[in-house]
């Protein structure tokens, strides 16, 4: 019987301290909405554009063509003593016109990322996060006679929830370890199989496969090498434990490099790698560099 009340006093011990860091954190957060004081916010927009035009009696050879493409970017983080709320979005699409082929898009995605973590000492803390990744328009394969529809908006996207440990021991460099992390994949576009066999890991005749027993590595590294050229850097691995072997686990590289010529004109450089091998067997990547103006604001005096 003592052991009994014994054990009954600990779970209920728990039970009222757990509820009591719930009851802590959403007090933070609902402080933090209010608060202005703590938040460091900054946002981006860059605009650029290309074009090439060539006679017909060229004799150096050329294909004329017209480019656009844009970037927006924005982050909102709040930091006040041991609690902070990181919030990140970036959108980027461009679109490519070259002569005797209809309008193609050159890059498309949307990104957004929220965290909120709870620090332990000077280098580690806990967190809790979400992050999104999806697209905005259509995509095609244009290396057959007729292009053909192999994604679009929400299919495929990713839901990744993460819960674990952060280590950031400056502010240029963060790294989260989750040993939970369950992901949501969405294919919503029911046409998409079609052409796509592996669907995304969507089984057939669904439109959500949900990965529960899940391990996230999240790492981001954003350097600032001069007044005029910086670097953000973002690294995924996401592993599904259930179905775990070195080829079933997925990475995904993004590098965004921007150099500022002026005030307002830069040179910025995309890139983004992916290995998933419910999308394809090899390493998907893309690239994209150009010149073009970016506008930038934010909050610091």
Same mark, same amino acid.
């Given at each position: 019987?003592?052991?009994? &009340?014994?054990?009954c006093?600990?779970?209920?011990?728990?039970?009222?301290?757990?509820?009591?860091?719930? $009851? @802590?954190?959403?007090?933070?957060?609902?402080? #933090?909405?209010? %608060?202005?004081?703590?938040?460091?916010?900054?946002?981006?927009?860059?605009?650029?554009?290309?074009?090439?035009a060539?006679?017909?009696?060229?004799?150096?050879?050329?294909?004329?063509?017209? /480019? =656009?493409?844009?970037?927006?970017?924005?982050? #909102? *983080?709040?930091?006040?003593?041991?609690?902070?709320?990181?919030?990140?979005?970036?959108?980027?699409?461009?679109?490519?016109?070259? $002569?005797?082929?209809?309008?193609?898009?050159?890059?498309?995605?949307?990104?957004?990322?929220?965290?909120?973590g709870?620090?332990?000492?000077?280098?580690?803390?806990?967190?809790?996060?979400?992050?999104?990744?999806?697209?905005?328009? %259509?995509? &095609?394969?244009?290396?057959?006679?007729e292009p053909?529809l192999?994604?679009? =908006?929400?299919?495929?996207?990713?839901?990744?929830s993460?819960?674990?440990? $952060?280590?950031?021991? *400056?502010?240029?460099? /963060?790294?989260?370890?989750?040993? &939970?992390?369950p992901?949501?994949?969405?294919?919503?576009?029911? !046409?998409?199989?079609?052409?796509v066999?592996?669907?995304?890991?969507?089984?057939?005749?669904?439109?959500?496969r949900? @990965?529960w027993?899940? &391990?996230?590595?999240?790492?981001?590294?954003?350097?600032? =090498?001069?007044? !005029?050229?910086?670097? *953000?850097?973002?690294?995924?691995?996401?592993?599904?434990? $259930?179905?775990?072997t070195?080829?079933?686990?997925?990475?995904?590289l993004?590098?965004?490099?921007?150099?500022?010529?002026?005030?307002?004109? %830069?040179?910025?450089?995309?890139?983004?790698?992916?290995?998933?091998?419910?999308?394809?067997?090899?390493i998907?990547?893309?690239?994209?560099?150009?010149?073009?103006?970016?506008?930038?604001v934010?909050?610091?005096k």
């Open positions: 019987m003592k052991k009994l &009340f014994t054990l006093l600990l779970i209920s011990w728990y039970q009222v301290s757990f509820a009591q860091d719930v $009851e @802590e954190l959403v007090e933070q957060l609902e402080e #933090a909405v209010q %608060d202005t004081t703590y938040w460091d916010s900054e946002f981006s927009v860059g605009l650029n554009f290309n074009q090439a060539f006679s017909g009696n060229w004799k150096a050879g050329g294909v004329s063509s017209i /480019a =656009f493409g844009s970037i927006a970017s924005g982050k #909102a *983080n709040y930091a006040k003593d041991r609690f902070s709320w990181d919030n990140q979005a970036e959108f980027i699409y461009g679109l490519v016109k070259n $002569e005797g082929q209809e309008l193609r898009k050159s890059n498309d995605r949307i990104f957004f990322d929220s965290k909120v709870y620090k332990i000492n000077d280098k580690w803390g806990y967190f809790a996060s979400l992050n999104f990744i999806t697209q905005f328009t %259509d995509g &095609f394969d244009y290396s057959v006679d053909i192999i994604s679009s =908006f929400f299919s495929p996207a990713f839901i990744t993460g819960f674990g440990f $952060e280590y950031k021991p *400056n502010e240029e460099f /963060a790294l989260r370890l989750a040993p &939970f992390s992901r949501f994949t969405f294919v919503t576009n029911t !046409n998409i199989i079609n052409n066999p592996e669907n995304y890991g969507v089984p057939a005749g669904q439109t959500l949900t @990965e027993l899940a &391990f996230q590595v999240f790492m981001t590294w954003n350097k600032k =090498f001069s007044d !005029n050229l910086t670097l *953000n850097s973002r690294y995924q691995m996401f592993a599904n434990l $259930e179905t775990i070195p080829k079933t686990i997925d990475h995904r993004d590098l965004t490099l921007i150099a500022k010529i002026t005030r307002y004109v %830069d040179v910025t450089f995309t890139s983004i790698n992916v290995y998933d091998i419910d999308m394809t067997s090899g998907q990547f893309s690239q994209a560099l150009a010149l073009g103006i970016l506008y930038k934010d909050n610091k």
